[in-house]
């Protein structure tokens, strides 16, 4: 008989127990009957008895079922090439707080891919720890300090064990592997990356350069499935600003100038930023808690809204090559790298004749020049590469071919240091993520949508996801991708912004929201659907731009799954008597804009007045409160708003219901959301109206902030959000063209 004591991962989270641990016990037995497993290949019975004290919660009696196979752990302990491996996985604890081992984790229900290294790749693990001089020869023995002994055995278990959690079907099989990032993370809570090169398609490596042996793959247990490993996965996990240095340090090419440029102008301190450490030790020891009873406090929908477990920083730079350079002139290695690059700006016109500047070698002020050109290459966020944009639910997008796309899909993002407009686009005609591209659109009223055509001065610049220099996985907190054509936020572009409708979702002001995976996150598992944003006076002030009265929960919707017709399908909520308030994106020129608030409405939604202006202490009350409930499958709602179908049969008539809704400060759901994967509900959807709440002169230079505040009594209305856009004079007061219905 052999006794597994194992922590209270057979419930519904391993991480739920984790703050439980040290008061629970849950003993496993196995019995296995030698002479039945001749007969029947593999019998065990599993006994599971459990003993509680402290905690309140009730063991998960489904766990508790006959074994028919192997498990993980059971299965690697009966095959000696893994016996190294199987010592790290009784020797490592589950977490910090918990003195169960992982071993325990992999004897127990659930549902793991473990990357499991042989014993050969492990003793090369350690012959390179030799070579990098932290240890003396590649034995376990050698390690004289214990914490780093500790550090290096977790490295090596956590980084090879995906926990699928409630995902039922989260096995990764091989013929599954993503093309760029598993959606699930591995114990350390960090996305594994898989490269299948187009030579060797039955190769497959981890992490880069990490191979799947070919013949020992999905090794199906009956709680995970095994991929043996030829090398550990062992990720350096290094900063921006680490990489850099070295990269710079050791005279590498490809990004030296970029890199050069960063150094100079003060930006690794920023880029050295990993994660909150203020958060991590609320989260830890418990006082950032989940939100449970969602339904019992107003939400429509939802038992526990789960915390975050870490708040992350993160970066993306887009940076021309050191080719490009060289095509310009300039070396790389040049001692006047600066300074010409500089006058490159200058000469080139890289900037807009409305920026303020100087061109001192005073390179860390956010007043000069380059710092102001390098800053627009870099976003606050990490953004992998197939999350530069969302394919979703875009007008006749169908998940089930996610590679075929139909209308141009985008993101507007804001830019780090001087606050500026940073687009990414793609389209079925692009063929591939661009940055500010300015295609011609097929958007008349009985058109398709698409990307019919692009001018030569408006194609941008692409990102170049698939290149071999792009840098994915070498850095924790951030990417770098090469750019084809140089970029910077120059006249062109910005008049280019203002010629068109620019339309944000709700998510996009919150980095933290894309550096913690949080935002879209491909999984339906409860604790991705419902994420709890901690209080901002309560708790803890977890999206920067973001703040919240005490009165109020806020939760995010990854609607993954749902079929719901919001941008991207996702939404913000939150219910109580809520007051909430964040900063917007520039606009890219003076002028006068309409400011227009998308809502899906139906009854679980309240009233709120909306504030608007650049003074966050002195906002200003923005038209009449707005009722998020209005819904025109209502005939007095349609009435009220003006609201009629469209005749597809008489454009002038459909034309006539806009203008009218308009008048009544009210606007058609755009036609490029769809639902029902592609069923075209767009904006004939009744649910869909966005309200114009501020029509009047805006600064590029000003900082503009949006509050809502609740003005219902009621503590069980719900505050909704999905997408907010500009739209200038230009366009939706146009005499030759009316603005479209997209």
Known sequence: MQSYDYAKKIQKKRDEMLRCIEKTAIFVEILTNNDMRLLSKTIKLCLLAATLWGCKESIDTSARYVFSEETVMSYLEKHPAYSSYVDLLRQVNISDISGSKVSQLLSARGVYTVFAPTNDAIQAYLEDLVKEGLISEPSWDAFTNKNKLDSIRKVIVYSSIIDGGDETNAFYYTSDFPSDEFVLGNLFDKKLSVKKPEKAPDSIYINGDCPVNIKERDILSINGIIHQMEKVIAPKDITAASYIQ???????????TCFRIIQACGLLDTLNKVRDEKYEELYQTGRIKDMDDMTGKGFAEGNTAYAPKHRLYGFTIFAETD????????????SNLLEEVTQWILDKHQYSDDDKFVTD??????????????????????ISKSRLVFHINEFRYNLSKPYTYTIPVYEYYVSMGKRRLFKLIESAASNGVYINRFPIIDNERHGTGEEIGCAPDKVGSLVETESPMAILTDMGNCCVYPIDAPISYNDEVRNNLQKE???FDGMSLFPEAMNNDIRLKKASDERYK?????????EYNYFENMQQNADMNFVYYNAWNDDWCNLQRDEMKAVGRFEIMFKLPPVPRRGTYEVRYKVLANGNRGVAQIYFGSNPEKLAAAGIPMDLTMDCRNDL??????WEDDNPDDDDYSAEIDKRMRNNGYMKGPQSIDSNNGTERGSNDRENIRHIFVRQTLDPNETYYIKLKSVLASDRKEFYMDFIEYCAKEIYDNPEKPEDIW
């Open 530 to 538: 419902h994420v709890y944003i901690p209080n901002t006076i309560r």
């Open 323 to 334: 080719d490009f350079w060289r095509s310009q002139g300039i070396d790389p290695r040049s």
């Open 246 to 256: 070295q990269y710079l340090d050791d005279k590498k090419e490809g990004f030296m």
């Open 361 to 382: 070698k005073n390179y860390k002020s956010e007043n000069h020049l380059l710092n102001q050109w390098i800053t627009y290459h870099l976003l606050p966020m990490r």
């Open 637 to 642: 709602d349609a009435k009220r708003v003006g």
């Open 501 to 503: 409708r620019i339309r």
